[in-house]
């Protein structure tokens, strides 16, 4: 079964950290480009972080840059995303998903998980 599953998430006071995990099952992720999106109440969908198959570059929403950081482990087919001094601005729903880079390849999504900073 295609499983994409987000861990991590929870309660934190601004200036905290979180680490977020997602565990794929079901595919490889080595094959795939991966990102980590967040999405809070009344607000569209953004793009937070982006990771290519080798890892070799990342990307940033301007509005994390200097603050999280995207990683991966291909042998343990898991993303993380690493989350410092965060600020209630943070505050969303965060969610994993995986693109394949080859054609006719699918994109899944995970159930997501809820990060709340607050005071």
């Known amino acids: 079964q295609v499983q994409l599953v987000e861990s991590g998430g929870g309660l934190v006071q601004p200036g905290g950290s979180l680490r977020l995990s997602c565990a794929a099952t079901?595919?490889?992720?080595?094959?795939?480009?991966m990102r980590w999106y967040r999405q809070a109440p009344g607000k569209e969908r953004e793009l937070v972080a982006s990771?290519?198959?080798?890892?070799?570059?990342?990307n940033y929403a301007d509005s994390v840059k200097g603050r999280f950081t995207i990683s991966r482990d291909n042998a343990e087919n898991t993303v993380y995303l690493q989350m410092t001094r965060l600020k209630p601005e943070d505050t969303a729903v965060y969610y994993c998903?995986?693109?394949?880079?080859?054609?006719?390849?699918?994109?899944?999504w995970g159930q997501g998980t809820q990060v709340t900073v607050s005071s």
């Open positions: 998903k995986a693109e394949a880079t080859f054609t006719g390849g699918s994109e899944y």
């Open positions: 990771i290519p198959p080798g890892g070799w570059t990342t």
């Open positions: 079901g595919f490889i992720i080595r094959l795939y480009y």
